[in-house]
């Protein structure tokens, strides 16, 4: 548990600077078979006394410590790093709708004495996806469904198949809720 204040400038041409106050409490939090906070926890930032981001399950508590006031519109995960070393094998929890499930992603690359390498991604153990002829397609992109909605899949795997050992791949995952509603992204870069 913690707390931080910052003075931000103000952009350029303008006067003065901003106070942000960063919060968090990770000492409850509880964690999956990924090294990341299922539960328990939150991470807060709040910018003169209103709340900007709002990370974890600890919503009443979050908002009590730091006295802020709610946002207009509550914060998506849009984007997300990881690094993976070793194996080709990579697995992330990831929400694609506003108040959905957490779904748990694995993207399997076999590329071992492979004559032909493939890409397979199994949502919920579930395999979703197989790209075949992986040295000739180790860029593209595929519609799955996940929950009825429609998540584009788009990856390049070309530092995987023709890199040296610790080169990186990409995987992104854009959902489109509705045609008139702005799109999220889940953007996953394993090495």
Same mark, same amino acid.
């Given at each position: 548990? =913690?707390?931080?204040?910052?003075?931000?400038?103000?952009?350029?041409?303008?006067?003065?600077?901003?106070?942000?106050?960063?919060?968090?409490?990770?000492?409850?939090?509880?964690?999956?078979?990924?090294?990341?906070?299922? +539960?328990?926890?939150?991470?807060?930032?709040?910018?003169?006394?209103?709340?900007?981001?709002?990370?974890?399950?600890?919503?009443?508590?979050?908002?009590?410590? #730091?006295?802020?006031?709610?946002?207009?519109?509550?914060?998506?995960?849009?984007?997300?790093?990881?690094?993976?070393?070793?194996?080709?094998?990579?697995?992330?929890?990831?929400?694609?709708?506003?108040? =959905?499930?957490?779904?748990?992603?694995?993207?399997?690359?076999? #590329?071992?004495?492979?004559?032909?390498?493939?890409?397979?991604?199994?949502?919920?153990?579930?395999?979703?996806?197989?790209?075949?002829?992986?040295?000739?397609?180790?860029? =593209?992109?595929? #519609?799955?469904?996940?929950?009825?909605?429609?998540? +584009?899949?788009?990856?390049?795997?070309?530092?995987?198949?023709? =890199?040296?050992?610790?080169?990186?791949?990409?995987?992104?995952?854009? #959902?489109?809720?509705?045609?008139?509603?702005?799109?999220?992204?889940?953007?996953?870069?394993?090495?």
């Amino acid at each position: 548990m =913690g707390s931080k204040s910052l003075d931000v400038a103000a952009s350029s041409g303008a006067a003065g600077s901003t106070k942000v106050d960063v919060f968090w409490d990770l000492s409850g939090a509880r964690f999956g078979p990924a090294p990341e906070q299922l +539960e328990g926890f939150y991470v807060a930032v709040v910018c003169d006394r209103e709340m900007v981001l709002l990370l974890g399950d600890m919503r009443k508590e979050a908002y009590r410590k #730091t006295g802020a006031g709610r946002p207009a519109v509550d914060a998506l995960l849009v984007a997300r790093r990881e690094h993976v070393v070793g194996k080709k094998v990579f697995s992330a929890m990831a929400q694609f709708c506003h108040h =959905g499930r957490c779904h748990d992603i694995v993207i399997e690359c076999d #590329t071992a004495g492979a004559k032909d390498p493939s890409l397979v991604i199994h949502i919920d153990r579930r395999p979703v996806m197989r790209v075949r002829r992986l040295a000739w397609k180790f860029r =593209g992109n595929q #519609t799955i469904l996940v929950d009825g909605l429609p998540v +584009e899949v788009f990856w390049d795997v070309h530092g995987w198949l023709f =890199g040296s050992a610790t080169s990186s791949a990409v995987f992104m995952f854009q #959902t489109c809720q509705a045609p008139e509603k702005s799109m999220s992204w889940a953007y996953l870069q394993p090495y």
